[in-house]
């Protein structure tokens, strides 16, 4: 079945440093990799994607690299902050007739200290 | 904000018990879909609807339903209640209904006692 698995589950870093998020997907279907941010007590919110046509997008600080033949994705954070301390949860669907379901991953705990 | 809005934000129940949670979508956007979040299972999706249909379900319970209405408010109906149902459920919308960004509502925690 549809799986996408996510490593690290936690992942501690000074601020300053660099953290890599890594995602492997199942489903050699999937077109569109969306990765989302939740801080404590908050709703997820959406801060990248790839679709499968592109290998690598930028915003900021803060890319995504996907490997199709492999299923795998990344989330490269740089020059961390502490306000980038949440769980970010990486997803995986494939468009079908309209449809969007979305598999996330089991989420990334990231603590950036000062 | 992200413009979607869900009722009510907490509900406490009792075991055997049916409730209903409502979500609201941004104004224009068409499909709306439901998550699960508890501590051991990360994000669940449950169900999209798009206008009105539904189009794609997760692993939704059988005692779990949901719909969408005319003016696209959307509800979650969890019967028959357990407490493994305990738990935070996300309602997301979207302008259409395939690749685009799906913004989340608040959450309503629900808590079964």
């Known amino acids: 079945g549809e799986n996408v698995e996510q490593h690290p589950s936690t992942l501690s870093v000074q601020e300053g440093d660099s953290a890599v998020i890594k995602c492997t997907y199942s489903d050699s279907a999937s077109n569109y990799f969306p990765w989302y941010k939740q801080e404590l007590g908050k709703r997820p919110q959406l801060i990248i994607d790839i679709r499968s046509n592109v290998g690598e997008k930028k915003d900021q600080r803060i890319a995504v690299t996907l490997n199709k033949t492999a299923k795998h994705f990344s989330l490269h954070i740089t020059e961390t902050q502490p306000e980038d301390s949440a769980v970010y949860f990486c997803a995986a669907s494939k468009r079908t007739g309209g449809y969007n379901k979305l598999i996330f991953g089991a989420g990334t705990r990231l603590a950036v200290h000062p | 904000d992200s413009g979607v809005t869900q009722t009510p934000k907490h509900l406490i129940t009792a075991t055997g018990q049916r409730v209903t949670l409502r979500c609201s979508p941004r104004?224009?956007?068409?499909?709306v879909y439901w998550y699960q979040q508890s501590l051991d299972q990360g994000l669940q999706f449950l169900i999209q609807?798009?206008?009105?249909?539904?189009?794609a379900k997760g692993n939704i319970l059988e005692r779990f339903s949901a719909q969408q209405f005319p003016d696209l408010h959307s509800e979650l109906n969890l019967s028959s209640l357990e407490l493994g149902d305990s738990a935070l459920y996300f309602c997301a919308s979207s302008v259409a209904g395939g690749h685009y960004e799906q913004y989340f509502g608040p959450g309503t925690r629900l808590t079964v006692t």
């Open positions: 609807y798009y206008n009105g249909e539904e189009r």
């Open positions: 104004s224009g956007d068409l499909s």
